[in-house]
């Protein structure tokens, strides 16, 4: 079945740093890609998606590009915040009708002043 | 904000009791979803509702079972409580639930614990 990879965390980085969380995924066709994030306490918010190959999904400064031939869909951001700290959620829509999300277990990032 | 509200915030409760989640979609939206966070399983599907009928079922358990009522809102109702139930319950809506493109809007969760 369909499933969802993304690097382990928890990452810690200083503020301004450069910030990629690998995900990839495994999946038949062509599914669409979603990044989501999780601040403390609070429920996932859509942070950017991408619905077919080599779409870049962008928001607040995060991007995502969306690369069949490596089924990956990488989150970056040039320079990060203490607000950037959350838990991040790559996830996957198949293709085909299902409209469930399959998430990966999520990464933590917490960015120092 | 995302417009999706789940009532309560937070329920506590014991083994063997049965719990009702409620949750009102976003304004216009037909579809809700329901997923489970837990710490060992991760976010998992549970159950999707389209315009007052079941489209997807996930990982449910049998003990739990849910509906959507024709006002759009849905309730997810978790009997004989174990332990193991344990978890965030998000709820989620969408415009369609029809269309691979969709964007699923969640709501802020019911955390609950079974003691």
């Known amino acids: 079945g369909d499933s969802v990879t993304q690097m382990e965390g928890p990452v810690t980085l200083s503020e301004e740093a450069f910030l990629t969380i690998n995900c990839t995924y495994t999946?038949?066709?062509?599914?669409?890609l979603f990044w989501y994030v999780q601040y403390p306490g609070e429920g996932l918010q859509l942070l950017l998606k991408a619905t077919k190959a080599d779409d870049k999904g962008s928001n607040k400064g995060f991007e995502a590009t969306y690369r069949k031939e490596t089924t990956s869909f990488h989150l970056e951001k040039g320079s990060v915040q203490v607000s950037d700290s959350a838990v991040y959620f790559c996830a996957l829509k198949g293709q085909g009708g299902s409209e469930k999300l399959v998430f990966g277990k999520g990464t933590k990032l917490t960015v120092n002043p | 904000d995302s417009g999706v509200t789940q009532t309560p915030k937070h329920l506590i409760t014991a083994t063997g009791q049965r719990v009702t989640l409620r949750c009102s979609p976003r304004?216009?939206?037909?579809?809700v979803y329901w997923y489970q966070q837990s710490l060992d399983q991760g976010l998992q599907f549970l159950i999707q509702y389209y315009n007052g009928e079941e489209r997807a079922k996930g990982n449910i358990l049998e003990r739990f079972s849910a509906q959507q009522f024709p006002d759009l809102h849905s309730e997810l109702n978790l009997s004989s409580l174990e332990l193991g139930d344990s978890a965030l319950y998000f709820c989620?809506?969408?415009?369609?639930?029809?269309?691979?493109?969709?964007?699923?809007?969640f709501g802020p969760g019911t955390r609950l614990t079974v003691l």
């Open positions: 989620a809506s969408s415009a369609t639930g029809t269309s691979g493109t969709d964007t699923q809007y």
């Open positions: 999946a038949t066709g062509y599914p669409s």
């Open positions: 304004s216009g939206d037909l579809s």
